[in-house]
């Protein structure tokens, strides 16, 4: 059964898309399957693939908005054993049409679970807020991966989302978990960056992420030229950086298995399907 990771953050500009798809695409040159759901209306994790959004019938808005199975809607990538659901601006108006609708928390659960048996790992990338279509991911996810930048103000940033996760655990999703803190964007010349480290690490005890993805140059091209770092410059120390990453991300779920369900019925926890 595969794994649903939300990965989330409402400050924009934190590297969220770029280590959804580079995260990801090391995890695929690894063996597994993995599906990308692109739930931000700016579609930048889809161009960062090379997908043209303009050219998109069907993308995440039909998912949520249209009830439409993402196993319908999924298309494939430059990279072996990674798919994709795609963006495109129609998802723009999605928050406000979701406002009225009913069940409007759990759109994309209801039309994910045909593709559960289908990956090992599916990463959702959300917009830069903390709207309808984020809640949809955290309701629909497992667990939360929070890419956090080594800047001043990043960790009283965070609390807002962190906020957000526990309302939507205690309210819409019992299971949900901070799957793990990505330090983004270090700049290692700098006091301030190992002083946002050691407190980020302090404050989340072992949620933190040995590898620190790097401020580098190469990574902040790739996503123009429509290609993941190991695609575009794998010899680089981003790439270096993801590939560690994704390691340790494999390391850490090597006994994941779906969390029990409950029988509503007899009331007894069973494992899940």
């Known amino acids: ?155 009283e940033g965070v609390s807002q989302l962190l906020y957000t996760i526990n309302l939507v655990k205690r309210n819409l999703n019992q299971q949900l978990e901070i799957e793990g803190i990505l330090l983004n964007m270090a700049d290692f010349r700098t006091k301030l960056t190992e002083q946002v480290i050691a407190e980020a690490r302090e404050f989340f005890k072992g949620k933190t992420y040995k590898t620190v993805i790097p401020r580098n140059v190469k990574l902040s091209e790739a996503p123009g030229f429509g290609q993941p770092i190991l695609i575009y410059d794998p010899r680089s120390l981003g790439s270096k950086r993801y590939e560690e990453l994704a390691k340790e991300f494999l390391e850490r779920n090597r006994y994941w298995q779906m969390p029990p369900k409950p029988n509503y019925e007899t009331g007894i926890i069973t494992l899940a399907e």
Do not use: W
Not at 32 to 44: E, F, T
Not at 107 to 116: E, I
């Open 1 to 155: 059964m595969g794994k649903i990771v939300a990965i989330a953050n409402q400050k924009g500009g934190v590297g969220k898309t770029t280590a959804a798809i580079n995260l990801s695409s090391y995890l695929a040159k690894l063996g597994r399957k993995i599906l990308l759901i692109d739930l931000d209306p700016q579609g930048n994790l889809t161009s960062g693939l090379g997908i043209d959004k303009t050219q998109i019938e069907k993308s995440s808005y039909h998912a949520i908005l249209n009830h439409i199975a993402v196993n319908e809607l999924i298309i494939s990538t430059p990279i072996e054993n990674l798919s994709l659901v795609p963006s495109n601006l129609a998802l723009s108006g999605a928050e406000i049409e979701l406002v009225s609708a009913e069940n409007r928390e759990y759109k994309l659960k209801d039309v994910t679970s045909l593709v559960l048996n289908s990956y090992d790992f599916i990463f959702i990338d959300t917009p830069p807020s903390l709207g309808l279509l984020t809640i949809n991911a955290l309701t629909t996810a497992n667990t939360v991966l929070i890419p956090l930048q080594c800047e001043y103000y990043s960790l």
